[in-house]
């Protein structure tokens, strides 16, 4: 399942998510989005795991929880169109 994260900490790097997130499970990916030209986090990114109920625990808990300062937003990621 792939999972969004956003209202992230420009601080926060994909070690730091990929630690948190991998509480709940395995995770095979990790990716914070970049702003191409300044190189500066956009503040949100996705991670992927590939055990569903793991990832709907880890959305339910890590939904509004505090990271670095700021409130998640952690939910399903919508597919791309």
Same mark, same amino acid.
């Given at each position: 399942?792939?999972?969004?994260? /956003?209202?992230? %900490?420009?601080?926060?790097?994909?070690?730091?998510?990929?630690?948190?997130?991998?509480?709940? /499970?395995?995770?095979? %990916?990790?990716? $914070?989005? !970049? &702003?191409?030209?300044?190189?500066? %986090? !956009?503040?949100? /990114?996705?991670?992927?795991?590939? &055990?569903? &109920?793991?990832? !709907?625990?880890? $959305?339910?808990?890590?939904?509004?929880?505090?990271? &670095? /300062?700021?409130?998640?937003?952690?939910?399903?990621?919508?597919?791309?169109?």
């Amino acid at each position: 399942m792939n999972i969004y994260f /956003g209202n992230l %900490s420009y601080k926060v790097r994909e070690n730091d998510l990929q630690a948190v997130v991998e509480e709940y /499970g395995e995770v095979t %990916s990790c990716k $914070i989005i !970049k &702003d191409r030209e300044t190189r500066r %986090s !956009k503040g949100f /990114g996705f991670v992927e795991m590939p &055990d569903e &109920d793991a990832a !709907k625990k880890a $959305i339910e808990e890590l939904n509004g929880a505090e990271f &670095d /300062g700021r409130a998640m937003v952690v939910k399903e990621a919508n597919p791309r169109a």
